[in-house]
């Protein structure tokens, strides 16, 4: 168990965001610690994309506050973001199909000896971070495009990684894979927790959620709707929190199937 930090890593504090007259965020906060997992969760429209791209420095923030390990922070631009060590991957994964592995992992970061890109060290770090995150694939000198989903999504984390982040923004990871490409995925999440990164995991899916997440955020309608602890919260008081209804759809089937049962 990685030992959580008492200063978050990144906190939002009353943080806003307009785009025109729609009002996309109003007064949300959020913490994540050092080695913790928090799960992003909301309905479509909730504010979630908009929250994470506040953080990555793409939507610049209206009002409130950014702290990063307790100091307050501008983040105006992705620069900004990578600067402090915020890493996020995005649902598109913004791989390159004809490019191997290794050109994929350092694309935009190439390492270079006298001015030439060092394929050598680029292929040797390529393994060696691989290995410590447990990826397996069957060569890191294949293209992209012969990987399966799931292996394209740890490649694509692993990739967030090569900067040393401290942080890690995975929006929908698991969206797209089947079952066993989806517990590849969550067994990297674990492994980040491990090495003591903070992660925000954006999930619909809710059986995911549970099973890596340390603590829940809810998003409705752009205002925070409770933060739960996973271990202690069912998954029906999360759902109630999203749909933001004490009495829904969901809550009365779960009644409906206690009062049968009985």
Not at 31 to 47: F, I, R, T
Not at 230 to 242: D, L, M, R, W, Y
Request: aromatic share 2%.
């Amino acid at each position: 168990m990685v030992h959580v930090s008492a200063t978050p890593v990144l906190a939002l504090r009353g943080v806003s965001k307009r785009f025109g007259a729609v009002q996309a965020l109003t007064d949300v906060d959020l913490e994540v610690h050092a080695g913790e997992v928090v799960a992003l969760v909301g309905d479509n429209g909730a504010g979630k994309s908009t929250l994470v791209k506040t953080i990555a420095g793409v939507h610049p923030i209206d009002e409130g506050v950014i702290e990063w390990e307790g100091e307050a922070v501008s983040i105006n631009k992705p620069h900004d973001a990578q600067g402090f060590g915020i890493a996020t991957v995005y649902q598109d994964l913004a791989l390159c199909d004809n490019l191997d592995v290794v050109a994929n992992l350092y694309l935009g970061s190439e390492i270079k000896r006298a001015g030439v890109i060092d394929e050598v060290a680029m292929e040797a770090r390529s393994r060696e971070l691989l290995s410590t995150l447990s990826i397996r694939i069957p060569s890191v000198r294949i293209p992209i495009a012969s990987l399966s989903g799931g292996q394209r999504q740890v490649v694509a984390i692993a990739r967030a990684l090569i900067g040393d982040p401290k942080l890690v923004i995975l929006d929908e990871p698991t969206a797209a894979l089947g079952v066993e490409q989806t517990a590849q995925v969550l067994d990297l999440v674990e492994r980040l927790r491990q090495r003591g990164l903070a992660v925000i995991l954006i999930s619909h899916n809710m059986v995911d959620v549970k099973a890596v997440a340390d603590k829940v955020a809810v998003l409705r309608l752009g205002r925070n709707n409770g933060v739960f602890d996973v271990k202690s919260t069912s998954q029906e008081e999360i759902i109630s929190a999203i749909t933001g209804a004490t009495d829904n759809a969901v809550t009365r089937r779960q009644a409906r199937r206690t009062e049968d049962a009985k």
